[in-house]
């Protein structure tokens, strides 16, 4: 099945940077998310992004799937960043299965 | 929006109890909801996907009979742990697809068998 693999797996950051996230999956999908899971475990639909860059505030990613990647970047970051960051995708074919990559452990330090 | 309400969001049951959570669409219709399990520390895995109306479809690797699914309506879908063990401890979280939108989450449910 569809491997989605997401660098680096933890990070800590000072208040006030920035930072890029990174999602690699094996096969071609058809759509890409990323969501914030906060530590109380709800997670947070940032972004619905098959391909092209969105802009949300201090948030955008990108997705380039012919290369089969996806960035989020994530700017001027607030303690309340912090969290777990996954990506998630289904692949091509009937199946709407939502697969989650590996996650991005980020700690924000005031 | 898309709006996934799931409950209880905390529970403790003995060890061979069963537990039910569920899991609601408030503004749409949801044919197919899903099902995730989540260990401390790790990305979610899918168990199952709830169909409206039929069977649930499950992964591979999921007890079908130690994890009962029931989609009877449009909005809702219910997961239930039978005969619980502490291995079953877990975080689950269920979701659901708005036509046009992208997937939406509930709030999860951390159980806790002891």
């Known amino acids: 099945g569809i491997q989605v693999e997401q660098s680096p797996p933890d990070l800590i950051l000072q208040e006030g940077a920035n930072s890029t996230l990174r999602c690699n999956f094996s096969d071609s999908v058809n759509n890409l998310q990323w969501f914030h899971q906060n530590p109380w475990g709800q997670l947070i639909n940032l972004f619905y992004?098959?391909?092209g860059t969105k802009q949300n505030g201090r948030l955008s990613a990108t997705t380039v799937a012919t290369e089969r990647y996806s960035l989020l970047y994530i700017s001027s970051s607030q303690t309340t960043d912090s969290g777990v960051y996954f990506c998630?995708?289904?692949?091509?074919?009937?199946?709407?299965?939502?697969?989650f990559g590996t996650g991005t452990l980020l700690a924000v330090q005031p | 929006g898309a709006v996934v309400s799931q409950h209880p969001s905390r529970v403790i049951c003995k060890s061979g109890t069963s537990v039910k959570i569920e899991c609601r669409s408030l503004d749409f219709q949801a044919t197919t909801m899903f099902w995730y399990r989540q260990f401390p520390k790790q990305s979610l895995m899918l168990m199952a996907t709830?169909?409206?109306?039929?069977?649930?479809?499950?992964e591979q690797g999921v007890e079908k009979d130690k994890f009962l699914i029931n989609h009877a309506s449009l909005t809702l879908s219910t997961l239930t742990v039978t005969s619980a063990h502490p291995e079953d401890s877990s975080f689950y979280i269920c979701s659901a697809r708005k036509g046009g939108h992208g997937y939406t989450f509930g709030s999860g449910t951390r159980l806790t068998v002891v």
């Open positions: 709830s169909n409206e109306g039929s069977k649930a479809t499950y």
């Open positions: 998630a995708s289904h692949y091509g074919g009937a199946t709407n299965k939502l697969i």
């Open positions: 992004i098959p391909s």
